[in-house]
């Protein structure tokens, strides 16, 4: 740390009539809250658009995967506003990101996202505010909403200075917001002196003209605000300019980091060699080399990462924004992106705009490659039924219909594993996964009329492997889902920085492999990527295994993931017909073995141990398939067996699906006649329904074979 001022100074413009030193490294600083609601926007643009009234240039950043709150501050100060998210980012990425967000500013202002400390699970700072502040080292200003609160902030400013003292971050400071009077506000600062805690910096008064409008996915995106410029003058006039100008001093007087530090280091991403053509015979996503990418882009598709446009660009791509609204034609492309956002408010502007309906429906049956998401998906569908009832027909690309409903759907962060080519050429940006993180919030519903291939694949909370999302059109050129995918996490998920892993478990939160947790002292983790293949019949226990060797592995805090082939086969169905197996799958198109073989080869890329159930029961076609497919990826086959008494008997008792018994003997007796024919094959029977057991003598097994230290 320092307390002294660089040498390297230069000019900037500071308050009226004097001339400013400013440091060549910009101020910086994060506005975090205790909670959501706690008054963040409205403190960090009164304070963006007071700092720029004093001549100071300022760049905003937000914290976590928000979409709407970026559009204010974009407004406020005047430059784009970019999002900050250790965990949808990785350490390295958020140090990009901020790097490149300072220069040319004076200031950057973060502002967090809910409370300081809450983050993608509550048992990990991944995702905080508090995390983004450690990785960059930056201090911390509190926003208090005050009404009500007197002598009572003491120890709830007290509870947060530890907080961060705890990750070695400052709490500089705290602003009042909803103050009574000049009264209330010598209270709370005179309640922080008295405590030796860290002052109270700025206040702003109960103002209800300062108010910004909501709906159902957070504050009104700035830009369908026509008041917007006159309630940010009225923000900039709340704080006067003199506490302003003593808030700069303030901070600027803290100590800084070092020139050093991670935080004002260059590390820019590289993207080398990424602009070749990436062709592929599966998609015609990969087929064509960057060109146009035509982007919907107005009041009802404006949910967009700017991270992902950059990375666009640097794969070549030429963007295009159009308007579904307003446009009468689409842009001549080689591809189509639609964002999320607010089709359901917009819904009958969209559907009176026939000619762009149709002519994106048209460019889908002609093959044009069209990625949306969320907003986008529903707008691809049939209709658009809002919850007073009313539908509005729109492009008809997806078979079915998007229902608003009157509560939250889905909300939180997603890591997926694509099943089919990335979109946009992203397949040569990241040769080695096609893991990517991204986010969920929607209020709808997609009712499909028919069965669709889904597009990836997740690890839902309880463990089990799930597929969502959808793959359409004549040659699986239309890609959908709810999911808003930040795909700059390619880079870090998928083996481009092996130093830069963020946090996490199993294939939801997938992490860096360490050897061991005594050497860690947090997730002990295998020795590389493994597949557990449990092999058998129909009914012989191979699901009760596999969570019962979850179960344990979680126990003892091992990165792990269970993918479930009943559990993804129940996800696939045709006239509201469900497939009980893989063979009926096939048969009926759905899906495949070498389809589940592929899954397992992505899931084993991204979690240290895979478990997963088969039924390779004298299928040699499958068999070869399945050591084609991983390849060099380590595999434990285990083969399980019982008496076919038993198995009957297990067959008859199911009460997930009708019983099977002549398939499921049909099976077991292949199994017998036909032994596995795969190296390290463990065979164990399970006649006495024990999966305890079974999962003990796995565990010794792992540790035998050195993947685990047990």
Known sequence: MRTSMPTSLLTRPGPPGRTRL??????????????????????????????????????GCKCGPDYVDPTFMSQACGHPCLN????????????????????????VLIEGVMGLLDGRDPESLAGSTLDVARVLGLPVVLVVRARGLARSIAPLVDGFTRACAAESVRLAGVIATCTGSDSHR?????????NNLPPLLLSLQRNDDLALPSRQLGLVPAEEVSS??????????????????????????????????????QSATQCADVQKEAATASSPLLKTSPGRLAIARDEAFCFYYEENFRLFQKLGWELIFFSPMRDRDLPAAEALYLGGGYPEVFARDLSANKGMCSQIHKA???????????????????????????????????????????????????????????????????????????????????????????????????????????????????????????????????????????????????????LSREKTGKQARPSGGHVIVLTGPSSVGKTSLGRALARELGT???????????????????????????????????????????????????????????VLCGRRDWIEDLRATLGET?????????????????????????????????????????????????????????????????????????????
């Open 228 to 265: 917007f410029a006159a309630t940010l003058q009225r923000l900039g006039e709340a704080l006067p300019q003199k506490d302003v100008q003593a808030f700069v001093d303030y901070l600027q007087g803290l100590p800084q980091p070092d020139d050093g530090s991670p935080s004002l280091q």
């Open 364 to 514: 889908a049956q002609e093959g044009l490659p069209i990625y949306a998401e969320c907003g986008g998906y529903m707008y691809l569908a049939k209709a658009l039924e809002t919850p007073e009832g009313d539908i509005f027909p729109l492009a008809g690309v997806v078979d079915g219909l998007a229902r608003m409903g009157t509560s939250l759907h889905s909300l939180g962060y997603r890591e997926a594993t694509f099943l089919t080519p990335l979109p946009f050429g992203l397949d040569a940006f990241s040769p080695d996964g096609r893991v990517v993180r991204g986010h969920e919030f929607h209020w709808s519903g997609m009712e499909l009329s028919g069965n669709l291939p889904p597009l990836y694949s997740m690890t839902d909370r309880k463990g089990e492997a799930v597929t969502a999302g959808v793959l359409t059109g004549p040659c699986n050129n239309v890609q959908a889902s709810y999911l808003h995918a930040y795909f700059p996490s390619l880079a870090f998920l998928n083996g481009r920085h092996k130093t830069d892993q963020a946090p996490g478990q199993g294939l939801e939160e997938s992490a860096p492999l360490a």
């Open 84 to 107: 900050l998210d250790t965990w949808l980012m990785g350490e390295e990425g958020v140090r990009n990101v901020f790097q490149r967000q300072a220069e040319g500013a004076d200031i």
């Open 556 to 614: 003892r805090n091992i990165d792990h993931v269970l993918i479930s082939l009943d559990g993804l086969l129940a996800s696939f169905r045709r006239d509201n017909h469900a497939c009980f197996t893989l063979e009926e799958a096939e048969k009926q198109g759905m899906w495949s073995a070498h389809s589940y073989h592929c899954l397992l080869k992505e899931a084993a890329k991204s979690s240290s141990l895979v478990i997963c159930d088969h």
């Open 186 to 194: 010598r209270v709370l600062q005179g309640s922080l002196e008295h």
């Open 634 to 710: 380590s595999v434990i086959p285990v083969e399980l067996s019982c008496a076919e008494e038993t198995l009957i008997l297990r067959e008859i008792n199911r009460t997930d699906r009708p019983a099977a018994t002549e398939h499921a003997l049909v099976q077991a007796r292949a199994q017998k006649n036909n032994r596995l024919p795969l190296a390290g094959t463990t065979q164990l029977s399970s006649q006495e329904e024990n999966p305890l057991q079974l999962c003990q003598e796995l565990m010794q097994l792992l540790a035998q074979r050195h993947i685990l230290s047990v």
């Open 22 to 59: 400013m440091p060549r490294t910009p101020l910086a600083f994060v506005l975090a809250a205790p909670h959501s609601g706690g008054g963040k926007t409205t403190a960090s643009l009164a304070l963006a658009v007071a700092l720029g009234r004093l001549g100071y240039t300022v760049h």
